[in-house]
């Protein structure tokens, strides 16, 4: 007996992810970033957990306020402009960011966007890291950023 053989073709899937889901997963980096143990010396792993949840954090409230997801990914990973952007769609209405807030976020973009908390450069060691953020204020922003845009997320 010859085996038969069966081709099966579906529709496309579009899967679409909602503002809350970016918000829940900017939640779920912040809370790794603040469990994650104590490193001996320089550990680039809190600085990545706390920028990745500001940068879905600030993806979410771009959703909820109608921006695209072609959008997003232009954006790609860079925080300054993805502030930006969310600044333009009257952030300032939820959440205030201070001159501090802002700085940090400036600084924190120098490394993230180049993905040097993600691998290892000899540059940036070289230079002992000059310039990190600060984490205290970084996790304030986020915390702040997925409690004042949760309503208007779930809302979306």
Do not use: W
Not at 103 to 118: H, I, L, S
Not at 145 to 155: G, K, N, Q, W
């Amino acid at each position: 007996m010859t085996p038969q053989h069966y081709i099966l073709q579906g529709q496309s899937i579009v899967v679409n992810i909602s503002p809350m889901g970016f918000h829940r997963y900017a939640r779920h980096y912040l809370e790794t970033a603040r469990a994650a143990p104590p490193f001996e010396g320089f550990s680039p792993v809190r600085y990545y957990l706390y920028c990745h949840s500001l940068e879905l954090a600030l993806k979410a409230f771009l959703l909820a306020k109608g921006s695209s997801k072609t959008r997003l990914k232009e954006l790609g990973h860079d925080l300054a402009r993805t502030l930006a952007e969310a600044d333009s769609l009257d952030l300032v209405d939820i959440v205030q960011l201070s001159p501090k807030q802002r700085e940090e976020v400036k600084g924190a973009n120098e490394y993230y966007r180049k993905k040097d908390f993600e691998y290892f450069t000899v540059g940036r060691a070289a230079t002992a890291y000059k310039g990190l953020p600060d984490l205290a204020v970084l996790d304030e922003l986020a915390s702040s950023l997925l409690e004042r845009t949760d309503c208007l997320c779930r809302e979306a």
